[in-house]
Every structure is written in structure tokens, then in C-alpha cells.
């Protein structure tokens, strides 16, 4: 494990705010907002519906510009990448990863062809092969089947694998449980945690669902576009 000096924080927020809508309906989904996640760091947010989680991750995935304060991903300050939407979609493409509600997957693509396409489209090497990344996830013996032919576990575990195709330093991953029942909750939390640390991956997890949170190393509550620490006691919950 690296020192605290010699890690520089995969994400850091330094007094971000976020202003969305005009006049009466203006909102602050983000407040002065200052967050750092350190490399390999699992972390996960909570807070109650509308209170700026989605905004966090937005922010952090380069997909919506703070109106003040300085966003750094990897060392980069998003502001510096410049204006031109290609150079921030190719910094997204090639740092951040992203897991979605229910995987998100490509119904025409079998499990194996949904890694592919990313490693394609990221300009990997042309060498690349799908497998061990499916063998991570437990998924290797369903490369070749559709995300119809598989379970909303089996489709997130994919979806976690297809994260993982351009070695991100960021992983952003938004309420992965949210179609899942307990047990197959617990797992995929625990995988994505394991593979945050094996990997050496910042990953921020948006969730509701508060049985999860003991696979975090840490937890942030979001209400009304401020952050704070979560008051449980997480080893408690855990497992
Ligand atoms: N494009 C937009 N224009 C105006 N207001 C917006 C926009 N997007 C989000 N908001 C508002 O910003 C606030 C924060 O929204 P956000 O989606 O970040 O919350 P959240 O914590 O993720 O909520 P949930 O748990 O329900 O997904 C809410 O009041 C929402 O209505």
C-alpha cells in the first residue's frame, strides 16, 4: 500500500457548486462540495432521493461542469482539457468507467462482444481478449450468450467487467443493486469492492440501499447538496 503522499487522490472536489434550472426553479445540487477519493478507495454515497447524489457522479465523470470550484481526476483538472467535447469524451473514455442501474448492456452483443466493443472503441490493442476479465466477474462461462440469456446479476457482473476493458483510475457506479434481490445485492457490492482494491480503482457508488454499505471503506451522506460523513457504525453492517 502505497503512502498517503505518494498517491495523489484519484478524485478530488475542492468547493464544487452546481447551479441547474432559472430563476424560482434554481437549484444547488452540489453546495460547495469537497470530496477526495484516493486510489483503490471504495467509497460509497448515500443520501435521500433529489439531494445532489447523481449530480456528484455527473461531476466526476466529466459530464457536467462545476459552475465554481476545481474538479481533478487523476491529477487533471477537468476545467484545463479544454472546451472541445472530443477531448473530454476521450479522457472519459480512457480514465473513467462507468456501472449503471442494471448493466446496461447491448442486447444484440454477447458477453464477450460487450467488452470487445469497448476495448474497440477506446482504441485498445487489438490483441485484447475479453476472457480474464469475464473470469474476474465469475462471467467466463457465459461469454457467448446475450444479456437476454442472463440473470440482472449476471448482466451486472458483465456490465462491471465492461467497466474494467480501459483499466480506469475512476469508477462510477450508480444504484448497481436496484434490481437485484439481497443476496445477489451482497455480491455484486462485494465483487465491486474487491475489484476496486485488486485493481487499485477509485470507485464512488451512488446507492439506497443502506445493506450494502458495509463492503465500502467509507461512507458520504449527500443532503441538500452537501456531503458529510455517514454516522453508522459500517463495520457493524458489514457482511
Ligand atoms: N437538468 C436539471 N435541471 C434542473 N434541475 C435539476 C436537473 N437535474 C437535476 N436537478 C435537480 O437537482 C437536484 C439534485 O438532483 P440529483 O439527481 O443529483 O439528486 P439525487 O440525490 O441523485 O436523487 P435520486 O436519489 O432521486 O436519484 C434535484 O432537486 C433535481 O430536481
Known amino acids: ?15 464544487v457548486t452546481v447551479e441547474l ?3 424560482d426553479s434554481k437549484v444547488r445540487p452540489l453546495d460547495h462540495v469537497d470530496f477526495e477519493v484516493a486510489s483503490g ?38 476545467s484545463k482539457i479544454g472546451r472541445s467535447q472530443g477531448k ?7 480514465n473513467i468507467g462507468f456501472v449503471f442501474q442494471s448493466g ?25 481478449d475479453p476472457l480474464p476479465l469475464l473470469d474476474a466477474v ?44 439481497r443476496s445477489r445485492s451482497q455480491q455484486i457490492v462485494a465483487l465491486l469492492a474487491e475489484q476496486s482494491h485488486e485493481r487499485g480503482v477509485a470507485t464512488i457508488m451512488v446507492t439506497h440501499d443502506h445493506d450494502v454499505i458495509g463492503h465500502c471503506d467509507r461512507v458520504v451522506e449527500m443532503v441538500d447538496g452537501r456531503l458529510s460523513a455517514f454516522e453508522t457504525n459500517v463495520a457493524a453492517s458489514a457482511h
Open 41 to 78: 478507495e471504495f467509497v460509497g454515497v448515500v443520501g435521500p432521493s433529489g439531494a445532489g447524489k447523481s449530480s456528484l457522479l455527473a461531476v466526476a465523470g466529466a459530464l457536467l461542469q462545476a459552475d465554481s470550484g476545481t474538479v481533478e481526476v487523476l491529477g487533471q483538472d477537468l
Open 21 to 23: 434550472g432559472d430563476g
Open 88 to 94: 473530454l469524451a476521450k479522457f472519459r473514455l480512457r
Open 104 to 128: 446496461n448492456l447491448i442486447p444484440a452483443l454477447n458477453s464477450a462482444d460487450q467488452l470487445r466493443l469497448v476495448n474497440k472503441l477506446s482504441g485498445g490493442p487489438t490483441s485484447f
Open 138 to 181: 465469475g462471467m467466463a462461462h457465459k461469454a457467448k450468450n446475450l444479456p437476454g440469456q442472463l440473470s440482472g446479476g449476471e448482466r451486472q457482473r458483465v456490465g462491471i467487467a465492461r467497466a474494467f476493458v480501459t483499466n480506469p483510475g475512476l469508477l462510477l457506479v450508480d444504484e448497481p443493486t436496484s434490481a437485484l434481490d
Open 1 to 15: 500500500m502505497a503512502t498517503e503522499h505518494a498517491i495523489k487522490s484519484a478524485l478530488s472536489l475542492r468547493s
